[in-house]
């Protein structure tokens, strides 16, 4: 059974610094994988896809990588702000199954 | 604009009272399916659909209906409300079944609560 863990749980931080958001899965048949962000009271945004024959991708200050064989994933966001503050959920598309499995998420602040 | 909208966004129900939450989509999408996302249990699958008169159990389907008779529409039924069926869900489209390389959009969810 597929599962996705992803660390830390929550993670406070100064605007202005680059961090990192950890993602792993234990199973790699997947077809792809995809970052959400999810701000309270609202739903859930895509913010990367990558496919499983991808390594990485990039919109703006996010850049998304995957390392399918060792079952990581990481969301990379430079300079960040405050309105970066929000849930980050992980989740991957397994082959044979016909939804995405999600991780725990992120509870991220960016103190002004 | 490309969106997928849920109703009610909130509501209070009393244990065993019927009700549907209705879910629409304007992207002509394919596959459209129904999570459910609780504390510490994260977002999980209820049903789904890979098109009009197509409908399969996800992980969680106990408790819960599904239609497809239009593309655009995925009504959630809940026949018989229980307390344990408090949660927020989320209805989600993408065009074709989750292994494409097209991304999944997600309604802005609907809290409930059965007393």
């Known amino acids: 059974k597929q599962e996705v863990t992803q660390i830390p749980a929550a993670l406070s931080v100064p605007e202005g610094e680059n961090l990192v958001l950890n993602c792993s899965f234990t199973?790699?048949?997947?077809?792809?994988l995809q970052w959400f962000r999810q701000d309270p009271g609202k739903g859930l945004t895509s913010l990367l896809l990558?496919?499983?024959?991808?390594r990485e991708q990039t919109s703006g200050r996010l850049n998304a990588s995957l390392d399918k064989s060792s079952g990581r994933s990481t969301l990379y966001i430079a300079a960040s702000q405050p309105g970066d503050s929000a849930t980050y959920l992980c989740?991957?598309?397994?082959?044979?199954?016909?939804?995405?499995?999600f991780g725990q998420g992120t509870r991220l602040t960016i103190n002004p | 604009e490309a969106q997928v909208t849920q109703n009610p966004r909130y509501l209070i129900t009393v244990t065993g009272k019927k009700l549907t939450v209705t879910c629409s989509q304007n992207?002509?999408?394919?596959?459209m399916s129904w999570y459910r996302q609780d504390p510490g249990l994260g977002l999980r699958q209820i049903y789904y659909?890979?098109?009009?008169?197509?409908?399969d159990k996800g992980d969680v389907p106990e408790g819960y209906k599904v239609s497809r008779k239009e593309k655009r529409n995925f009504p959630l039924i809940l026949e018989s409300p229980s307390p344990n069926q408090t949660s927020l869900y989320f209805c989600?489209?993408?065009?074709?079944?989750?292994?494409?390389?097209?991304?999944?959009?997600f309604g802005p969810g609907t809290r409930l609560l059965v007393l």
């Open positions: 989600a489209s993408s065009l074709s079944s989750p292994s494409g390389p097209e991304t999944q959009y």
């Open positions: 199973d790699s048949a997947i077809y792809n």
């Open positions: 990558i496919q499983s024959s991808q």
């Open positions: 989740a991957v598309e397994q082959k044979g199954a016909q939804k995405l499995v």
């Open positions: 992207m002509n999408h394919e596959y």
């Open positions: 659909s890979m098109n009009v008169e197509v409908t």
